[in-house]
């Protein structure tokens, strides 16, 4: 028995979505049964994993603070990805964005006592900056002199690591533990919990601004990609470099800003972060958000709106996972959703036809077929 | 600080690169990227570690690592081969995939001993002057097993007829489909390979060159460093080779950095429990960036570089691209 994949000519709407959730759904089924087979309950995981994500407005407003540097790293990804510029360099970007925002008020960069109004947009634009540089490295490099941009984000990732671990042993250690002192009240985003006083119901809730950052981003970057001239080129350079060169589009020069945009948007991350959840900067400040932006890229297909779904997905599976054992079974049900999303495009991009024995019908030459345009999940 | 000891560790730990990065080679000669190296390492090391520890036997463990190395890459494989999958995003699920596996199968591994492989010396070498005690005495044998692939590698790709075959499929598929070779089946097949030798080199760190098992520390991003070493060497395994022990005799240079406690007369600002020694952690990474960009370089400088259908999904029928 052979099969046989056919290029679809027309894919009917309901298709992707279907898939997706399918994918999703047969990635938890197979993760269930490695829990099963290592000793654990796959069911009383996945309840608690609900229970512990949804259950109640307070552990809501808990997934909800995980999902918001999910949401901006996951829009830094989907930002690069769309222009098929493979930015795996988030989760660096982000902890320098945490660093630049911690450096305002830990160098200190302005008088202590500055109101909040103005330390944190202040904070905002020292995160942007310094994700932005730390993305632009990788991006000039592959503009310039063509370098692999995987490798090296990937390696400034664990560049960015000991660069936070230096300051946070050493220059702004508090008392010698790995953290530094805790930041002004200045500077914290306000939560909902803030607000108790006029709603009562808001008491102990923890959303914090970070999340109106994360939305409002998300608005922006779809604007940006649906709406203006240089979005419309990035997403032509990502279905077609050669159209792209054709239509006299300079290549390189989008890269380097994407590349740079990218790296503001996970910064921002990092400062929303440190401002909004832990108000002080720590070595162990990312459960890995930077990497797991990947895969709520790939699982949003790049589109904006659709990161914030997959963010707060996501970011459940992180909160919920904090107890499950073994520890390492949110990384694993990650990389298996990433696989079923990958083999779930081929159905959605090919026919499937099964033949019993012998060599089936050739697969018809298709000249128009781009390859580029199946994986990016479409305009 | 022996020198001697210093080469002599720098082989054992620069064979765990080495099989990598030629693993690497062979996939990506035949055309297919796999960025899943750090995945299969892991779950090489993790599964050579709990085997050797439930058999008692490291042959068995390294067996048994090589064969899951060879599924990863089968998975690998499949889903870019068969299935026309983007071997970026594969290879980044199956880092993900094995990185998450392997935490979830090393549970309870920390602090556990197990049988190390053996470590021999070989007859007549060993007793040269000067090189013989460094490089051929009291060594893994795995170690040996990288002096004799490194060659037997280069002679395959380069001077048989299955490696002519190889680079055929790696630099014009169709043209080597219209002649007869089996494109899908020697890609496949090559990728395997590669996932047999992450495997196995993640089974070295645990039963050869570091025993133990630390989670994704384990391997701490040496996956990826075997892939830059790949642009490094510019798909030569002699290059390879070259990379992965220069790379793993500097690392302990620069550890040993620590040791000293003044440097031209100034106090040594790396010394352990200084926080300035994170600068020295990061100098690996920035030695990759650097080979990194040397090598697009030189390989745009002389034209050569990587093999022209790399990363691209051949169909059989649709026009070159």
């Given amino acids: ?379 | 600080m022996d020198l001697g000891l210093i080469v002599a560790a720098g082989l054992a730990t620069g064979t765990v690169l080495l099989f990598a990065a030629i693993g690497e080679i062979f996939a990506e000669r035949a055309g297919v990227l796999n960025l899943g190296v750090e995945g299969m390492m892991l779950m090489g090391a993790v599964t050579g570690f709990s085997v050797t520890g439930s058999t008692g036997n490291p042959w068995f463990g390294l067996g048994a690592a090589m064969l899951v190395g060879g599924l990863f890459g089968l998975l690998h494989g499949v889903v870019t081969i068969r299935l026309r999958a983007d071997q970026v995003v594969s290879g980044l699920a199956l880092t993900f995939l094995g990185t998450g596996l392997a935490r979830v199968l090393g549970e309870g591994l920390t602090n556990t001993n197990v049988e190390r492989l053996p470590t021999i010396s070989i007859p007549v070498l060993a007793d040269l002057p000067i090189v013989g005690p460094i490089v051929f005495a009291n060594q893994s044998v795995l170690v040996y097993v990288g002096f004799g692939l490194v060659p037997l590698a280069w002679f395959w790709i380069t001077r048989t007829r299955p490696g002519l075959h190889l680079r055929a499929v790696g630099e014009a598929p169709a043209a080597a489909d219209a002649q007869g070779i089996g494109v899908y089946r020697l890609r496949l097949g090559y990728v395997v390979v590669g996932g047999i030798l992450a495997g196995l080199a993640g089974a070295t760190i645990t039963l050869a060159v570091s025993p133990g098992w630390f989670g994704d520390q384990t391997v701490n991003g040496r996956g990826w460093i075997a892939i830059g070493l790949v642009i490094f060497a510019r798909w030569s395994p002699i290059w390879a080779a070259f990379g992965a022990y220069l790379f793993a005799a500097i690392s302990p240079f620069i550890l040993g950095l620590q040791g000293v406690p003044t440097i031209l007369g100034v106090e040594n600002p790396f010394l352990p429990g200084r926080s300035a020694t994170f600068f020295l952690e990061m100098l690996p990474y920035l030695f990759v960036i650097g080979v990194v960009i040397l090598g697009s370089r030189s390989a745009a400088r002389r034209r050569i570089g990587a093999p022209a259908a790399l990363g691209i999904p051949y169909v059989r029928g649709e026009r070159g691209h």
């Fill in chain 1, 1 to 379: 028995m052979t099969f046989h994949l056919e290029p679809r000519t027309v894919t009917p709407r309901w298709l992707s979505p279907l898939v997706t959730v399918g994918a999703v759904a047969v990635a938890l089924v197979i993760s269930g049964g490695i829990i099963g087979l290592v000793g654990g309950d796959p069911v009383r995981s996945y309840a608690h994993i609900l229970e512990a994500s949804f259950g109640s407005v307070g552990v809501l407003s808990d997934t909800l603070v995980k999902a918001t540097p999910l949401i901006l790293t996951g829009l830094a990804c989907a930002l690069a990805f769309r222009m098929r510029l493979w930015n795996i360099g988030a989760e660096g970007q982000f902890l320098l964005g945490a660093w630049g925002a911690s450096a305002v008020v830990l160098f200190p960069l302005v008088p202590a006592g500055t109101p909040g109004i103005v330390l944190i947009p202040l904070m905002m634009i020292a995160g942007m900056l310094a994700g932005g540089i730390w993305g632009l490295i990788p991006g000039v490099l592959r503009a310039r002199l063509g370098v692999n941009e995987i490798i090296v984000t990937l390696m400034l990732n664990y560049i960015a690591l000991a660069w936070i671990q230096f300051w946070v042993f050493g220059p702004w250690s508090e008392g010698g533990f790995q953290q530094t002192h805790p930041f002004p009240p200045e500077a914290a985003l306000p939560r909902l919990a803030d607000f108790a006083s006029i709603v009562p119901g808001f008491a102990g809730l923890t959303v914090h601004l970070g999340l109106v950052f994360g939305l409002v981003a998300a608005g922006l970057l779809w604007l940006f990609l649906e709406r203006s001239r240089f979005g419309y080129e990035i997403r032509l350079i990502g279905d077609s470099p050669r159209a792209a060169t054709y239509a006299g589009i300079d290549i390189k020069r989008r890269l380097i800003i994407v590349f740079a945009i990218s790296g503001a948007l996970a910064g921002l991350a990092g400062m929303s972060e440190v401002n909004g959840a832990v108000h002080r900067l720590q070595d162990h400040i990312s459960p890995g958000y930077g990497f797991t932006a990947v895969i709520v890229a790939y699982l949003a297909k790049f589109r904006p709106g659709r990161v914030v779904v997959a963010a707060i997905l996501f970011g459940a599976l992180i909160l919920a996972g904090r107890e499950i054992q073994p520890s390492g079974v949110p990384a694993m049900i990650q990389g298996i959703i990433l696989f079923t999303l990958i083999v779930s495009d081929v159905l959605v991009r090919y026919q499937v036809r099964v033949t019993r024995g012998g060599r089936g019908p050739t697969v018809p030459a298709t000249p128009a077929a781009s390859p580029s345009a199946g994986s990016a999940g479409g305009g």
